[in-house]
T-cell receptor, first 113, second 112 residues
Framework: TQLLEQSPQFLSIQEGENLTVYCNSSSVFSSLQWYRQEPGEGPVLLVTVVTGGEVKKLKRLTFQFGDARKDSSLHITAAQPGDTGLYLCAGAKSGGSNYKLTFGKGTLLTVNP | KAGVTQTPRYLIKTRGQQVTLSCSPISGHRSVSWYQQTPGQGLQFLFEYFSETQRNKGNFPGRFSGRQFSNSRSEMNVSTLELGDSALYLC???????????FGPGTRLTVT
């Protein structure tokens, strides 16, 4: 059972375009994280969202946590080739020391120059 | 501060053999988790160690095992390798009480 569904699975766009990727679940999470993974490397943490409705911005990236804490979105403005990578969301079912992260399968983004 | 390191980076083994992978966490991080990443299944949680004790375990067969040493370094072992074990194995460390993962570059295991 895939707890976190990410869409789209693949996305290929031109430099300068805007895009939104989604992370959806029927479960409630105490927090949700977004990672970016480049070829040959491990995922790198971009952001953690904790509060329902929370919006966080990281330069051209905007992350939103759904009001019910079941879903999240990542919006990239004016995408650049350096944004290319696999974007993964991960949900935590409980906080503190007894957690278990569940990862989505990711959205593979290609930004063409 | 140095990041998470994993050795070896690449490994080729044959079916039936066993393999040991190594991970050194970020200094000060006492929690180490292991993940298996494949194109079909994505990133799947194997187990987590904290202060030399396995604290959480994913849904993998007993052929997959791990341990953590007093300096927080960790190893994972896979015995009786199968073709389906071919994957990128990622190690991640985190601060006590936090679940943000800091990943190493991974070990690419190919089983032939």
């Amino acid at each position: 059972t895939q707890l976190l569904e990410q869409s789209p699975q693949f996305l290929s766009i031109q430099e300068g375009e805007n895009l939104t990727v989604y992370c959806n679940s029927s479960s409630v999470f105490s927090s949700l994280q977004w990672y970016r993974q480049e070829p040959g490397e491990g995922p790198v943490l971009l952001v953690t969202v904790v509060t329902g409705g929370e919006v966080k911005k990281l330069k051209r990236l905007t992350f939103q946590f759904g009001d019910a804490r079941k879903d999240s979105s990542l919006h990239i403005t004016a995408a650049q080739p350096g944004d290319t990578g696999l974007y993964l969301c991960a949900g935590a079912k409980s906080g503190g020391s007894n957690y278990k992260l569940t990862f989505g399968k990711g959205t593979l983004l290609t930004v063409n120059p | 501060k140095a990041g998470v390191t994993q050795t070896p980076r690449y490994l080729i083994k044959t079916r039936g053999q066993q393999v040991t992978l190594s991970c050194s966490p970020i200094s000060g991080h006492r929690s180490v988790s292991w993940y298996q990443q494949t194109p079909g299944q994505g990133l799947q949680f194997l187990f987590e160690y904290f202060s030399e004790t396995q604290r959480n375990k994913g849904n993998f067969p007993g052929r997959f095992s791990g341990r953590q040493f007093s300096n927080s370094r960790s190893e994972m072992n896979v015995s009786t390798l199968e073709l389906g074990d071919s994957a990128l194995y990622l190690c991640a460390s985190s601060l006590a009480g936090r679940n943000e993962q800091y990943f190493g570059p991974g070990t690419r295991l190919t089983v032939t």
